[in-house]
């Protein structure tokens, strides 16, 4: 059974600082994996996916993403975070491109200091 | 930019009365679904649409919930007689066919 888990419910730095969400997913297959962005009041928004091409992904806002098969990992990366980066921010993944049965990460909030 | 609308953004039941849940899908997108995520916890896929039928659901999905696209351009969620344990932030969301979903801004159920 597919499962992602992602490290760290909540995470927090500076203004101008690296970002990095931890995601690892386990799954018998290779999967898609996905990044959705979260912010007050508003719904999922995809900011990048992993589909079997480049393993190095590249997303809106600045936002990045890595896939590792060794490590069975997803990482999403920021160079300099920005206070406008402040949300929550959800791994997941699925096994099927077409139909997709979404399974989530328990999602990581983001929170810019000053 | 098309987007997947819901509504209401908030709703509050009383236990043992039915409710429906409303979304609009992207028009030219065929695969519809609802997720819903208990307050502090993950998303949960409850069910996906696809031909007018359903194609796949969860344990989640027991006799008391159903979907319906009654007219071609709404998607509903139904749930027969709502318990306290139905309370969560329910989201819709369609896709075309190998393509990404895309989400609705949610629907907040309140059970009391």
């Known amino acids: 059974a597919q499962s992602v888990t992602q490290l760290g419910s909540h995470v927090s730095v500076s203004e101008g600082a690296l970002v990095l969400l931890r995601c690892n997913y386990s799954?018998?297959?290779?999967?898609?994996l996905f990044w959705y962005v979260q912010y007050p009041n508003q719904g999922l928004q995809l900011l990048l996916k992993y589909t079997s091409a480049a393993t190095l992904v590249k997303g809106i806002n600045g936002f990045e993403a890595e896939f590792k098969k060794s490590e069975t990992s997803f990482h999403l990366t920021k160079p300099s975070a920005h206070m406008s980066d402040a949300a929550e921010y959800f791994c997941?993944?699925?096994?099927?491109?077409?139909?997709?049965?979404?399974?989530f990460g328990q999602g990581t909030r983001l929170t810019i200091n000053p | 930019e098309p987007e997947v609308t819901q509504t209401p953004s908030h709703q509050v039941t009383q236990m043992g009365q039915e409710v429906i849940l409303r979304c609009v899908p992207i028009?030219?997108?065929?695969?519809f679904y609802w997720y819903r995520q208990i307050l502090g916890q993950k998303v949960e896929f409850l069910v996906s649409f696809y031909n007018n039928e359903i194609s796949e659901k969860s344990e989640i999905f027991d006799d008391q919930f159903s979907v319906e696209r009654p007219d071609g351009s709404n998607f509903t969620l139904k749930i027969r007689s709502t318990k306290l344990e139905d309370s969560a932030m329910y989201f819709c969301?369609?896709?075309?066919?190998?393509?990404?979903?895309?989400f609705g801004q949610g629907t907040r159920l309140t059970v009391v």
């Open positions: 799954s018998s297959v290779p999967p898609y």
């Open positions: 969301a369609s896709s075309l066919l190998d393509s990404e979903a895309f």
């Open positions: 028009s030219n997108h065929l695969y």
């Open positions: 997941a993944a699925t096994i099927i491109q077409g139909a997709q049965k979404l399974v």
